[in-house]
C-alpha cells in the first residue's frame, strides 16, 4: 500500500515558473489537503478538497491554485512562483467523517 | 477562530525518561478531535496519538498517552521510557467538524524534542 505519494521530492525553480506539484493518493479518502510548513509556523493550509470536483481555500492560498478531477488526484500550481513560496510543502488526505489525516512525503521547493 | 498552541519550541529528555509536552487549544465548539503528529528528520509526518473529544478517556497508545483536559482546553503529550528513537518535531493538531461537511484542521508551531543518551 503506497498511501500518498508527492511528485518530485524536491525542486529549485527561477523565480516566475509555473510549476505543478503532484500529489496521489490509492486509499479512496474523499478529502485531501495542501499545506506548507516553514520554520517556527509549522504547517499552514493552502487548500483543500472535500471530494472530488469540490476544492476550497485554506489560510494562505494566494498563489497557489489546485484542481480536483477524480478521487486520487490533487495537484498543486504555482503560476508564477515567487521567492516567498520556498517551503516544504506537504499533501495529505483523510476519509469522510473519520478525522485522521495520513501525510505524503511532502516536497521541498526552492524559489530562487 | 480556532487556535491551537505549544508553548515549548524545544525540550530534552534523558534517554528512558518520561517526558511530557504541552499543548492548548480554543474553540467554542464541543465536537472535534484532537492529534499528535511526530516528524522525524526524514520529514515524514507520522501519526502519534489521537482523542476524539466526546471521549472521556484519555487515548494511549504504547509508551505515547494523552492528558485531556476538554475544559481547560488542554492536550498534553506524555512519552514514557524516552527512546532515541523520539527525537523528532512533534506538532498538536485540531480538527473541527462542521454540519457543512468541511473539516478544518489547525497545527500548532511545534516542539522539537531531543533524546540524550
Known amino acids: 500500500i503506497a498511501g500518498i505519494t508527492q511528485a518530485p521530492t524536491s525542486q529549485i525553480l527561477a523565480a516566475g515558473r509555473r510549476m505543478t506539484l503532484r500529489c496521489t493518493q490509492d486509499?479512496?479518502?474523499?478529502?485531501m489537503y495542501w499545506y506548507r510548513q516553514d520554520l517556527g509556523l509549522g504547517l499552514r493550509l493552502i487548500h483543500y478538497?472535500?471530494?472530488?470536483?469540490?476544492?476550497g481555500k485554506g489560510e494562505v492560498p494566494d498563489g497557489y491554485s489546485v484542481s480536483r478531477a477524480n478521487t486520487d488526484d490533487f495537484p498543486l500550481t504555482l503560476a508564477s512562483a515567487v521567492p516567498s513560496q520556498t517551503s516544504v510543502y506537504f499533501c495529505?488526505?483523510?476519509?469522510?467523517?473519520?478525522?485522521?489525516?495520513?501525510f505524503g512525503p511532502g516536497t521541498r521547493l526552492t524559489v530562487l | 477562530a480556532q487556535t491551537v498552541t505549544q508553548s515549548q519550541p524545544e525540550m530534552s529528555v534523558q534517554e528512558a525518561e518520561t517526558v511530557t509536552l504541552s499543548c492548548t487549544y480554543d474553540?467554542?465548539?464541543?465536537?472535534?478531535?484532537l492529534f499528535w503528529y511526530k516528524q522525524p528528520p526524514s520529514r515524514q509526518m507520522i501519526l502519534v496519538i489521537r482523542?476524539?473529544?466526546?471521549?472521556?478517556q484519555n487515548a494511549t497508545e504504547n509508551r505515547f498517552s494523552v492528558n485531556f483536559q476538554k475544559a481547560a482546553k488542554s492536550f498534553s503529550l506524555k512519552i514514557s521510557d524516552s527512546q532515541l528513537g523520539d527525537a523528532a518535531m512533534y506538532f498538536c493538531?485540531?480538527?473541527?467538524?462542521?454540519?457543512?461537511?468541511?473539516?478544518?484542521?489547525?497545527f500548532g508551531t511545534g516542539t522539537r524534542l531531543k533524546v540524550l543518551a
Open positions: 495529505a488526505s483523510s476519509p469522510g467523517g473519520g478525522g485522521t489525516q495520513y
Open positions: 486509499m479512496r479518502h474523499n478529502a
Open positions: 478538497s472535500n471530494t472530488a470536483g469540490t476544492t
Open positions: 474553540t467554542s465548539e464541543s465536537d472535534y478531535y
Open positions: 482523542q476524539e473529544a466526546y471521549k472521556q
Open positions: 493538531a485540531y480538527r473541527s467538524t462542521t454540519t457543512s461537511g468541511t473539516y478544518k484542521y489547525i
